[in-house]
């Protein structure tokens, strides 16, 4: 019996100019169209497409969008083919396009972010970042960890990419944004209070609960510096350069300072200045002299303790001199030297936007290592306020991956913070000029009390809906809903666990 797929919406239908129109149709009386490419027939109305995702219907007839769009060809075995009658053991060179009308429910939307050693990545970028295979819709994924749902560190061995076209479920625990996935795709998940196990997502129901893994293990406690440095490069320099080793130390040839450590050791002093650039850090280069690199650490004039704080800091850690410039009513602790400015830019990012807690944080269960990391980005973008459900800590940044990687260093030590989008204008007016606004990402933890002095950042965290046990944080769902979604969709293959986390949580 044929299949009868509900056709989806489309915002423009295409021109002429993106397509031909299709063979294998027939109109119906209601209006709509049978597409009888497939055996699914779908009825497909005005500005509709089909499962596929490229047939649709405009102007009263079915058009092929991808006509003439070869997206790859290469010689199969004949048996992998539907022909495969017609000449077995021989092979047979293969064409094709975008769309596809098979229910890959196992995937997720772009968008979603995977925790991986570089930090929370989008799912989409990990598949571009892949290695071409035969097959478009598959790459080969190197170097490249995630922390699964056991809560250790495996490597992807996989990244696929799929169009899709069908029902898409939104589920919402308290505290987290959620996923967006296909109604197939396993998650782990406590179902009526039972234990964890994995269920596809089209099996939750409102009360259940989703597991955040705690992670596990034992974690390295130094910065390769040196093959940091020898990753990148310095902005605009045209002239030869390399790296010069003496005596444990790297630099720059083009750089008259000490340079640093060829190998780092992690402590709570080097985490609390990760954490103070996460917040208030920023690097520069000098347009004519790229050479002269420098990091930025930007606080109020009237912050003279965090000020002096971030300078014994700077030269305790990495022996570097530091200067003060004021601007308006802000003052900038500034550290020149270009191995250091790219050693701050590789680990954290070098805008506001791009802005992430670096791996080596998110590996460590050294709780004086996260709780320095922690008190130098709080002392920069923490705040304290009271509300009527009681005192809250929180921060907010522009940088999505930014809130979810400080949200993950709570959770490893053991506090379930909340964490959400708040919308704003588009466009704002700061002192006549009007500039761009994104939305702001908001961490939010609950405290029965806290301190955000500069020698001592120290909270207690409130009791919340959370489960808690050796292996997971079990966060009840408080939505599930269902929507129409046409586009790509992704996944990952993981070594031994199969399983990543998205948004946080663990799903396989």
Same mark, same amino acid.
């Given at each position: 019996?044929?299949?009868?797929?509900?056709?989806?919406?489309?915002?423009?239908?295409?021109?002429?100019?993106?397509?031909?129109?299709?063979? &294998?149709?027939?109109?119906?009386?209601?209006?709509?169209?049978?597409?009888? #490419?497939?055996?699914?027939?779908?009825? /497909?109305?005005?500005?509709?497409?089909?499962?596929?995702?490229?047939?649709?219907?405009?102007?009263?007839?079915?058009?092929?969008?991808?006509?003439?769009?070869?997206?790859?060809?290469?010689?199969?075995?004949?048996?992998?083919?539907?022909?495969?009658?017609? *000449?077995?053991? =021989?092979? /047979?060179?293969?064409?094709?396009?975008?769309?596809?009308?098979?229910?890959?429910?196992?995937?997720?939307?772009?968008?979603?972010? $995977?925790?991986?050693?570089?930090?929370?990545?989008?799912? %989409?970028?990990?598949?571009?970042?892949?290695?071409?295979?035969?097959?478009?819709?598959?790459?080969?994924?190197?170097?490249?960890?995630?922390?699964?749902?056991?809560?250790?560190?495996?490597?992807?061995?996989?990244?696929?990419?799929?169009?899709?076209?069908?029902?898409?479920?939104?589920?919402?625990?308290?505290?987290?944004?959620?996923?967006?996935?296909?109604?197939?795709?396993?998650?782990?998940?406590?179902?009526?209070?039972?234990?964890?196990?994995?269920?596809?997502?089209?099996?939750?129901?409102?009360?259940?609960?989703?597991? /955040?893994?705690?992670? *596990?293990?034992?974690?390295?406690?130094?910065?390769?510096?040196?093959?940091?440095?020898?990753?990148?490069?310095?902005?605009?320099?045209?002239?030869?350069?390399?790296?010069? /080793? !003496?005596?444990?130390?790297?630099?720059?040839?083009?750089?008259?300072?000490?340079?640093?450590?060829?190998?780092? *050791?992690?402590?709570?002093?080097?985490?609390?200045?990760?954490?103070?650039?996460?917040?208030?850090?920023?690097?520069?280069?000098?347009?004519?002299?790229?050479?002269?690199?420098?990091?930025?650490?930007?606080?109020?004039?009237?912050?003279?303790?965090?000020?002096? !704080?971030? %300078?014994?800091?700077?030269?305790?850690?990495?022996?570097?001199?530091? +200067? +003060?410039?004021?601007?308006?009513?802000?003052?900038?602790?500034?550290?020149?030297?270009?191995?250091?400015?790219?050693?701050?830019?590789?680990?954290?990012?070098?805008?506001?936007?791009?802005? +992430?807690?670096?791996?080596?944080?998110?590996?460590?269960?050294?709780?004086?290592?996260?709780?320095?990391?922690?008190?130098?980005?709080?002392?920069?973008?923490?705040?304290?306020?009271?509300?009527?459900?009681?005192?809250?800590?929180?921060? =907010? =940044?522009? =940088?999505?991956?930014?809130?979810?990687?400080?949200?993950?260093?709570?959770?490893? &030590?053991?506090?379930?913070?909340? @964490?959400?989008?708040?919308?704003?204008?588009?466009?704002?007016?700061?002192?006549?000029?009007?500039?761009? +606004?994104? !939305?702001?990402?908001? &961490?939010? &933890?609950?405290?029965?009390?806290?301190?955000?002095?500069?020698?001592?950042?120290?909270?207690?965290?409130?009791?919340?809906?959370?489960?808690?046990?050796?292996?997971?944080?079990? $966060?009840?769902? *408080?939505?599930?809903?269902?929507?129409?979604?046409?586009?790509? @969709?992704?996944?990952?293959?993981?070594?031994? !666990?199969?399983?990543?986390?998205?948004?946080?949580?663990?799903? #396989?």
């Amino acid at each position: 019996m044929p299949i009868e797929e509900e056709a989806l919406d489309i915002r423009e239908p295409p021109g002429r100019a993106m397509g031909k129109v299709a063979e &294998l149709w027939k109109p119906t009386e209601s209006g709509r169209i049978v597409c009888t #490419a497939c055996a699914r027939y779908c009825k /497909i109305g005005e500005g509709q497409v089909g499962l596929c995702g490229v047939r649709g219907v405009h102007d009263g007839k079915l058009w092929l969008y991808v006509y003439g769009k070869v997206i790859t060809g290469h010689v199969d075995p004949i048996e992998k083919k539907p022909v495969m009658h017609y *000449r077995p053991g =021989s092979k /047979i060179f293969s064409i094709a396009t975008t769309g596809c009308s098979w229910l890959c429910r196992y995937c997720f939307l772009p968008g979603t972010l $995977v925790l991986t050693e570089n930090g929370h990545e989008p799912i %989409e970028a990990i598949f571009a970042a892949g290695r071409d295979t035969r097959n478009p819709d598959v790459r080969l994924v190197e170097n490249r960890r995630v922390l699964t749902h056991r809560g250790r560190w495996r490597g992807i061995e996989k990244a696929f990419q799929h169009l899709y076209a069908g029902t898409v479920l939104r589920v919402r625990p308290y505290y987290l944004p959620g996923f967006e996935c296909t109604p197939n795709h396993g998650v782990y998940a406590s179902i009526g209070g039972g234990p964890v196990r994995k269920v596809r997502a089209e099996e939750l129901k409102i009360g259940d609960f989703l597991a /955040i893994p705690r992670p *596990r293990g034992i974690t390295r406690g130094t910065i390769d510096v040196e093959s940091l440095l020898r990753r990148r490069e310095i902005p605009g320099y045209r002239r030869p350069h390399r790296l010069e /080793i !003496d005596g444990g130390s790297v630099r720059w040839s083009s750089e008259r300072g000490p340079g640093l450590p060829t190998r780092l *050791r992690l402590t709570d002093n080097v985490a609390r200045l990760l954490g103070y650039y996460c917040a208030e850090g920023s690097v520069s280069w000098h347009r004519r002299r790229p050479n002269t690199g420098a990091v930025w650490f930007s606080f109020g004039s009237r912050e003279e303790d965090r000020i002096r !704080d971030v %300078e014994h800091r700077l030269h305790s850690a990495f022996g570097v001199r530091t +200067r +003060r410039t004021r601007q308006g009513n802000r003052v900038a602790v500034v550290a020149s030297s270009a191995s250091l400015a790219t050693f701050f830019q590789h680990l954290c990012g070098d805008s506001s936007a791009t802005k +992430r807690v670096p791996g080596v944080i998110l590996q460590s269960t050294d709780r004086s290592v996260l709780r320095g990391f922690l008190a130098g980005y709080l002392n920069g973008d923490g705040y304290l306020t009271l509300t009527r459900s009681g005192l809250i800590l929180g921060s =907010s =940044s522009v =940088s999505t991956v930014l809130t979810h990687g400080v949200a993950q260093v709570f959770l490893t &030590l053991g506090d379930v913070p909340k @964490v959400y989008r708040a919308a704003n204008p588009p466009e704002d007016v700061i002192e006549g000029r009007t500039v761009a +606004r994104s !939305d702001d990402i908001m &961490l939010r &933890l609950s405290v029965e009390e806290a301190s955000l002095a500069p020698d001592q950042v120290t909270w207690k965290a409130a009791k919340v809906r959370v489960i808690r046990t050796r292996e997971y944080f079990l $966060v009840p769902i *408080r939505s599930i809903e269902e929507k129409e979604y046409v586009g790509p @969709v992704y996944n990952l293959e993981v070594e031994e !666990d199969h399983s990543y986390t998205a948004n946080l949580l663990a799903v #396989a």
